[in-house]
DNA sequence: AATCCCATATTGCATAATGCAAACATGGTG
DNA sequence: CACCATGTTTGCATTATGCAATATGGGATT
């Protein structure tokens, strides 16, 4: 298998003043990338884990099924807007989960309009058995780092988010990249 | 445009006993949740400002040109190590990006084997406006940390990047899905 | 020189995820 | 009923990606 070694990824250094007094200029990008390469570390880990077993998942598949089984069945629309996505493409993963067994489709009697998806047994298993490989995986990282560590990375973590405040909007794709 | 609210993604809870002696078991899901709720952040927010231009660039793209442009010319497949990606999958996109004017491939006179591939005037432009662009809205997110919370933020983030340790391996694909 | 192996680039193949637009059905309201 | 909002679905186009196979060139060994 490909091994490269991982290099963060700077922003060009571009010999600009600061932003008129607000924050030193590097700050931004050292969040950014930070954070970003942090999140490589997290996903190439997450998706090793998800597709080493029978019933591989793709990252974005395990999270639709992480969504439905903690907050049950429930239409299209509203499972996309779970992930941030639209519905065409909420309605593809469908598809393909629904082809796997792993999530089934009922059309809801009471409103013909939509249809109810909701994880079959197999999907359910699926989600909890890759959500233990996947906890173990991390836990060896994770378990190098200090309880105190772990809390603060985790509360900035949240205050960045909450900072950025705005909800995720559509527009450019953002599967392709990081 | 399509405005969902954002959600974090909880881990399915599972009443399994925590790992054996090691450490709660909710911690690696708390991470993960946090860094990769961070990280779609700031994906949304860097593919907003990345594409709110005429040249507009994906993000894997502009990672290209943020290498050329940081380590100067280099052949395809050093091109992907630093990108993580294998030698045709950056093949692909210097494909695009050659297309689109922003590299150019220069056969190497002394080793006939290998195409450098550098970035264009153009290409420097763009790269160069992408990236203030993407900083100026960073800037309003982290503009609201604290200086202290920032370097901590920072300097935990490289902590558990170094846990990680391990370099990005190859073969479930990691751009489809945070 | 002939051989062999490794490094490179390149292309065919397949797949996932994604947004957008358009078509179509259903539910409510005025 | 006329209209509009809500949902699902499909056609279309794009990007990124890995894998496998092919072709070429560099070097080293025999």
């Known amino acids: 298998m490909y091994m490269p070694k ?4 700077a922003a060009p250094s571009s010999p600009v003043d600061d932003a008129p007094g607000d924050m030193a200029d590097g700050a931004a990008d050292e969040v950014v990338t930070a954070v970003l390469t942090a999140s490589r570390l997290l996903v190439a880990v997450s998706a090793r884990s998800l ?11 395990f999270r639709m099924l992480v969504v439905l089984d903690s907050r049950g069945a429930m239409n299209i629309s509203r499972l996309g ?3 941030d996505v ?8 469908v598809d393909r989960l629904a082809a796997a067994d792993m999530v089934d489709r009922k059309p809801n009697p009471t409103n013909r309009r939509e249809i109810f998806i909701s994880l079959t047994d197999a999907g359910r298993r699926v989600v909890h058995e890759a ?22 990375l985790v509360a ?6 909450e900072a950025g405040g705005e909800p995720l909007a ?8 990081w």
């Open 81 to 83: 807007e779970h992930l």
């Open 51 to 61: 597709a080493s077993a029978e019933d591989t998942l793709t990252l974005p598949q």
């Open 6 to 9: 991982r290099a963060p990824i």
């Open 131 to 152: 959500t233990e490989r996947r906890r173990a995986e991390i836990a060896r990282i994770v378990g190098t780092m200090s309880p105190d560590q772990r809390a603060g």
């Open 86 to 93: 639209i519905p065409s493409t909420a309605m593809r993963m």
């Open 170 to 177: 559509h527009g450019p794709r953002t599967d392709v990249g």
């Open 156 to 161: 900035t973590l949240q205050a960045f988010t």
